[in-house]
């Protein structure tokens, strides 16, 4: 349960940072996120996911977090 908590804290500060620092950036981001076709934001969904999860497992298995 503490990865879990971990990792929701980290995404939240590191999205709260670039909103901070740069929100203009952010905008057309997003922007251009909505330009791409719904098939391939859902594909950029799943391997965001999947690359948070494999980051979540290797620090857990190097026993970095309990």
Known sequence: ???V???????LFVEGL????AP????????A???LPLDQRRIVGLLA???GL???W??????LIG
Do not use: C
């Open 1 to 3: 349960m503490a990865w």
């Open 5 to 11: 908590l971990l990792g929701l804290g980290l995404v």
């Open 18 to 21: 670039a909103w901070a620092l």
């Open 24 to 31: 203009s950036l952010v905008e057309r981001m997003l922007e």
């Open 33 to 35: 996120l909505r330009l």
């Open 49 to 51: 996911m999947a690359a």
């Open 54 to 56: 494999a980051i979540l």
């Open 58 to 63: 290797t620090v857990q298995a190097l026993g």
